[in-house]
């Protein structure tokens, strides 16, 4: 059931060789280590998930997905026993753009400035960003309950929580505040600083969280720049 899952969420992905990435980086498991499993070169993966190779046909699709669980499971099917749990899971992996732990913690202002963000609300207490998820905020919205949201947390709740397609900030802040999540940061993309509403901003000072606007154009720059610049 979740090889089905995962295999049909990467087929129906607008940008399979993304959800292939994302993927691989939700199991933790580096280009390397899953090419040795697949008995390929690691420069294959790579050509997979930047789009560069055609998208994969079933039987490669399988065999990626196999090799996750198989990995995941000889360190004790951590993840995949954390999947197994959850209940609505399409509607979770629908709302996942991107996720990713990063390698090493980074600054916060460095984060900011990769995303070309403008700071709302300082970000309190750790200055330093450990993963994020990119959440398509009008899927999360409509379609996650209180524990499919702290599951977007990933391994870590020193993160960043970038919510996209937003109007005016407000929804994503009441979730936060409604489900008591306290992310590093709260990072919002789709609208203009000036047009984030004022309760998204007392919000995110009453949670404690920090907020900031990112002004990149489009969600696949600023997928691009957090990739390749962290």
Same mark, same amino acid.
């Given at each position: 059931?979740?090889?089905?899952?995962?295999?049909?969420?990467? !087929?129906?992905?607008?940008?399979?060789? !993304?959800?292939?990435?994302?993927?691989?980086?939700?199991?933790?498991?580096? +280009?390397?280590?899953?090419?040795?499993?697949?008995?390929?070169?690691?420069?294959?993966?790579?050509?997979?998930?930047?789009?560069?190779?055609?998208? %994969?046909?079933? !039987?490669? =699709?399988?065999?990626?997905?196999?090799?996750?669980?198989?990995?995941?499971?000889?360190?004790?099917?951590?993840?995949?026993?954390?999947?197994?749990?959850?209940?609505?899971?399409?509607?979770? =992996?629908?709302?996942?753009?991107?996720?990713?732990? !990063?390698?090493?913690?980074?600054?916060?202002?460095?984060?900011?400035?990769?995303?070309?963000?403008?700071?709302?609300?300082?970000?309190?207490?750790? +200055?330093?960003?450990?993963?994020?998820?990119?959440?398509?905020?009008?899927?999360?919205?409509?379609?996650?309950?209180?524990?499919?949201?702290?599951?977007?947390?990933?391994?870590?709740?020193?993160?960043?929580?970038?919510?996209?397609?937003?109007?005016?900030?407000?929804? %994503?802040?009441?979730?936060?505040?409604?489900?008591?999540?306290?992310?590093? =940061?709260?990072?919002?993309?789709?609208?203009?600083?000036?047009?984030?509403?004022?309760?998204?901003?007392?919000?995110?000072?009453?949670?404690?969280?920090? =907020?900031?606007?990112?002004?990149? %154009?489009?969600?696949?720059?600023?997928?691009?720049?957090?990739?390749?610049?962290?």
């Amino acid at each position: 059931m979740i090889a089905k899952k995962i295999a049909g969420d990467i !087929l129906f992905s607008s940008d399979i060789g !993304l959800a292939m990435r994302k993927w691989r980086q939700y199991f933790g498991i580096k +280009q390397s280590e899953l090419a040795r499993t697949l008995e390929v070169s690691a420069s294959v993966i790579s050509d997979y998930e930047s789009g560069r190779r055609r998208s %994969p046909g079933s !039987l490669v =699709l399988r065999r990626f997905v196999e090799a996750l669980l198989e990995l995941d499971e000889k360190r004790g099917g951590t993840v995949t026993k954390t999947l197994a749990r959850t209940l609505g899971i399409s509607d979770m =992996l629908a709302s996942v753009i991107d996720i990713r732990e !990063l390698a090493a913690p980074v600054e916060t202002s460095k984060f900011v400035k990769v995303i070309d963000g403008e700071v709302l609300v300082q970000p309190p207490g750790s +200055q330093y960003i450990y993963g994020y998820t990119v959440i398509d905020s009008v899927k999360a919205i409509e379609t996650l309950s209180g524990a499919d949201f702290m599951r977007l947390f990933g391994s870590s709740t020193e993160r960043a929580l970038i919510f996209t397609k937003v109007s005016t900030g407000r929804s %994503p802040m009441v979730a936060i505040r409604v489900f008591d999540m306290r992310p590093a =940061l709260v990072v919002l993309h789709g609208l203009a600083p000036e047009s984030v509403d004022s309760l998204a901003i007392k919000l995110a000072k009453l949670s404690n969280v920090g =907020l900031v606007v990112s002004k990149l %154009p489009d969600v696949g720059e600023l997928v691009e720049r957090l990739r390749t610049s962290l």
